[in-house]
């Protein structure tokens, strides 16, 4: 993301805000969300220039077999992308229940599900992430009704090479949650609530079982206890 000064001349002089933007370049990875948070529509978001096919072919040699690819509205971007970069083993998809309507949702996910099938043909899995609002590890009980609400929308996608998963205010409880709301996920993103509790954890062969057992059995592990 990029700033980009405005003219700012009609305001008076101890209102004018800084022209530049900055931004903490560890922790975005380009969902684009703090595009409608600006008041003087000064932010501006350049698709996929922060990656180059050299650059992935260098991560594959290194030993990469997966990649997450984050979308936004601009589904020709996203296509035109897709077809520059190499194929890995595993290949993720996020779309933001933040960013799109329920109808938008589905036609980034059948954009998806095409240009996977176009490239690599029919048999080449997928997993289509639905991210909804992060909560930095809050363990409400309601954080992750987002993403199940979203998820919901694009179901009739899911097939046994188009995997939904759940991301977003994720909780240990989520995936139940989701099923006996009648969305039956294929799997969830524990993120910031797994790191948090895992971290209370002092042995580090614990911290490993614990990670081992959310991940084989994501509906079963319980952090209240």
Excluded at 70 to 98: M, Q, R, T, V, W
Excluded at 168 to 191: H, M, Q, R, Y
Aim: net charge negative; charged share 25%.
């Amino acid at each position: 993301e990029k700033g980009e000064e405005k003219d700012n001349s009609h305001l008076p002089s101890s209102s004018v805000p800084s022209p530049r933007f900055s931004y903490n370049e560890n922790l975005c990875f380009g969902c684009s969300l703090c595009l409608p948070s600006c008041h003087f529509d000064a932010l501006k978001f350049t698709n996929w220039s922060a990656f180059e096919t050299k650059s992935l072919i260098e991560l594959q040699e290194l030993g990469a077999r997966a990649i997450e690819i984050h979308l936004n509205n601009d589904l020709d971007a996203f296509s035109e992308f897709y077809k520059s970069i190499p194929e890995f083993e595993l290949e993720s998809f996020c779309i933001g229940s933040g960013q799109m309507d329920p109808a938008q949702l589905v036609k980034a996910a059948e954009t998806i599900i095409q240009e996977v099938k176009n490239k690599h043909g029919s048999s080449k899995a997928c997993i289509i992430q639905i991210d909804g609002q992060a909560m930095s590890g809050a363990t409400g009980q309601n954080t992750d009704i987002i993403s199940i609400e979203a998820a919901r929308s694009i179901m009739h996608l899911q097939s046994d090479t188009v995997f939904i998963q759940l991301a977003g205010g994720i909780t240990d409880k989520s995936f139940n949650k989701a099923f006996e709301a009648g969305v039956k996920v294929n799997g969830v993103a524990i993120g910031s609530f797994a790191r948090k509790k895992i971290s209370t954890i002092k042995d580090v062969d614990k911290k490993i079982e614990w990670a081992k057992t959310l991940v084989k059995n994501p509906g079963t592990l319980s952090f209240d206890n």
